[in-house]
């Protein structure tokens, strides 16, 4: 792709959307500069998904599926996907602006913004670059980072990156945007259901309401073919799906265990477990999988603390099974599912309705995760409380975090409004979806090519291809 | 390129090399972590670069170009190149490997590793999860950073947030390893002669003899088609020559001013200019681009102050000329060469002796030559001098900053050998540079390939690819 011409539908004024929006402005350092800024994390969100999606039962029924597979075996109920008018560009500036305008935020408050992304477009030229054009109006081209790739773990490392810089003295007082996205699209098989697309941005800096925990967060990154990009000029993955299911449930169990280790450490509890976490964010590929993570989580609070009587059940079957076993072993899998279902009804199944709604956005998708619960709990309910997020890239590179509300999330939680947008969408048959992935299978690559994409497909402030 | 099968040759045993390691090891962050450590910098520096090169002389010859078109037009001396054995994964690799051997740290306590490069042959899995292979036999898998991505620029954002980890409240003691390093591969053409090859890997740390200056970084960011890689199955570029060199040089004049201002505010002298710089390392495509950098300095502290005696020669001829015109204004671009000549020969020189005999390394550049600089400089000179760097990665990203020597750097002149290793290299002739130009585009992303390239033209402790 060489320089796209670039465009978008014409904005729903916020004026008219029925609140006043407030700003959020940088204030400058004065001073002294050694100490670091208090209470870091999210001030606010945004998410971006295309207008179009496809039926999952649809789809089943279409791809002649068993009835549930994609239902209910992947815990998936609608896949968006974009048509030639969209790309990584376009969704990255969609987002970007749509925050920007809808929170009151100057161009020249922000002093960072890092891209996390695995839709590679060009093997040099970063998004970060191209959303610079959404500065050059208000003369601010001062803007550290830029992109950031292994899989779906690059926003993760745009956030710590993000965070880290407003910690560090050479912080300028001035705000960080991070953006995650991709567009997660897979040969027809399989896998293709599994696909998704969105983006989301998050605006960073001091006393947000939405606060990064510090001493708590745990790493696990090693050299793993399970699912990659080596053919460079198709949009399709290689993926071995069982080796890629096992490393991250393999990752999880890892991070989990130092997590919890440090949130004991930390908060000087014996045995800390789940019972310390008040939601868990899980990086979704489908959301069968994040089921499949927090039966893991009870698989090692088992192990940490065998008499804990919600393993009742379990206990004389599992006592001596090392939690490794799982990964091949489904009986296993399936009784620590029974015994994590409370757990996941309560703490994790309200942050994948993006990702039940939209499918994978890679690099989006613990992020839109974690907008899924700032847009539906309420704030009264969310203050105090620990999120914790768990983040996988395949290759691998994953991490567990977290972060606690101190602060009113409404703001947030009315600009997301993710129910209703995702509400608002438009039904794709699975016929038509199928054509549209020819097409881009087709044209993908092409030079001096004119989308042919019905610009009604679009949310009113989209940024779309009209050249490439 | 699938999971290639990476092999390297035997090592030369450092006990064998005249000298005892010291050990440089992190130390374990205790207590209240709310203040930031001291003296944030580079514990230790190596440099790779390939075996085999080729003399710009006698490329000359070969291509037929007019005598002086390479060696002094574009102020190069030879071009290091990789055959089908090296790629972007083998070379940083070996770069890790050989400073982790030389310096005798332990893996485990490195906490954070990013890569920065634009050498891209998986559009998912980073260079730095090939790199976690290197820490399985330590068991430490807790190292955060993937890669990041602009152009040349890839390497100053690694190094950016590997300085912010530390100094932030994340940092869990342990010490940052940065990497950055590109194969500058043009298809046969004028822009040939500018390619090259290497790796530069940085220790980060506290305490560190080399440490970032605060408040005076400035950097530069818009969206350009400079320099860019549309085409994701080709190793080549798409380049606008003309626009990329006026594009380094517009983005120098804003960074270099913005720098300067600050560098005045921080040290509260009056018109602050390159006196308080002692040595400047600028990003080098090919050398003069970086000649022309300084006379762009010149041209700034001219305009800042017009008074100064060292411009008499030019006062009169260019006191109302804006530094604009010279982007296209020859004469008047010479005119600053001349007159900015003992900067470049004082300040600039030194730091391009791996630019000249290397080639550009992109992500590499700058940091090779702040290799070259602590390589041949010695201490004693070195102690309290500030050395100011501009990176520039087209698309654009740029930003200059500086590092503060305040300790002993002989350990890392001893360790890098600049000098002496590039003097080890094998010329090979222009004929047979051009048959491993042809076997590389030939045979570039093929799968189930095994490389033809002999061993011999390794260095020992060189990875090399066995079978991709």
Not at 55 to 69: F, P, R, V
Not at 383 to 405: C, D, E, H, N, W
Not at 445 to 467: A, C, I, K, M, W
Request: net charge negative; hydrophobic share 40%; glycine share 8%.
């Amino acid at each position: 792709m060489t320089a796209a011409a670039l465009h978008h539908t014409t904005t729903t004024s916020n004026s008219s959307s029925g609140y006043t929006n407030g700003t959020i402005a940088a204030v400058p350092v004065t001073g002294d500069r050694s100490e670091r800024p208090a209470n870091v994390g999210i001030l606010a969100m945004d998410i971006y998904f295309p207008k179009t999606c496809v039926d999952q039962a649809e789809l089943e029924k279409h791809d002649g599926a068993s009835t549930g597979k994609y239902t209910i075996g992947l815990g998936q109920t609608k896949m968006a996907f974009v048509d030639d008018r969209e790309d990584i560009h376009s969704i990255c500036l969609t987002v970007v602006s749509s925050l920007m305008e809808k929170y009151g935020v100057a161009y020249t408050d922000i002093g960072r913004l890092e891209v996390g992304t695995e839709t590679i477009v060009d093997k040099s030229k970063s998004v970060k670059s191209v959303l610079m054009q959404l500065f050059a109006e208000s003369g601010n081209y001062e803007v550290e980072g830029i992109d950031t790739t292994n899989a779906c773990y690059g926003g993760t490392n745009a956030l710590f990156n993000a965070i880290n810089w407003i910690e560090s003295s050479s912080w300028d007082g001035r705000l960080a945007l991070v953006v995650a996205g991709d567009l997660a699209i897979y040969s027809s098989g399989s896998a293709r259901p599994t696909g998704g697309a969105g983006a989301v941005a998050m605006l960073i800096g001091p006393n947000a309401p939405v606060t990064i925990e510090h001493g708590v967060r745990h790493t696990h990154m090693e050299h793993l073919y399970d699912f990659y990009k080596p053919d460079l000029s198709s949009e399709f993955p290689v993926v071995d799906g069982a080796l890629s299911v096992a490393s991250y449930l393999k990752s999880f169990d890892t991070c989990y265990e130092g997590y919890i280790k440090k949130l004991e450490r930390k908060l000087a509890v014996p045995h800390a477990n789940i019972d310390e976490v008040d939601y868990f964010v899980g990086h979704s590929p489908f959301t069968k999988q994040v089921q499949k993570a927090v039966a893991h989580i009870s698989m090692i609070d088992f192990k940490r603390d065998p008499t804990n009587e919600r393993y009742d059940a379990v206990r004389q079957a599992y006592l001596d099974v090392p939690v490794a076993q799982s990964y091949t072993d489904k009986v296993m899998e399936r009784a620590f599912v029974a015994v994590s279902k409370e757990i996941y009804r309560t703490k994790a199944e309200t942050a994948l309705y993006a990702a039940k709604q939209i499918g994978n956005m890679y690099c989006g998708s613990v992020y839109g995760g974690l907008a899924s619960l700032l847009s539906q709990v309420s704030s009264a309910d969310l203050l105090g409380k620990r999120i914790t997020l768990f983040s996988y890239g395949s290759g691998s590179a994953a991490s567990m975090f977290s972060f606690v509300v101190v602060g009113d999330t409404s703001t947030i939680a009315r600009h997301l409004s993710i129910v209703e947008r995702l509400a608002s969408r438009v039904d794709v048959p699975p016929v038509d979806y199928e054509k549209v992935m020819e097409l881009r299978e087709k044209t993908h690559q092409l030079r001096s090519y004119t989308p042919v994409g019905s610009l009604d497909n679009l949310f009113p402030g989209t940024f779309y291809l009209e050249h490439v």
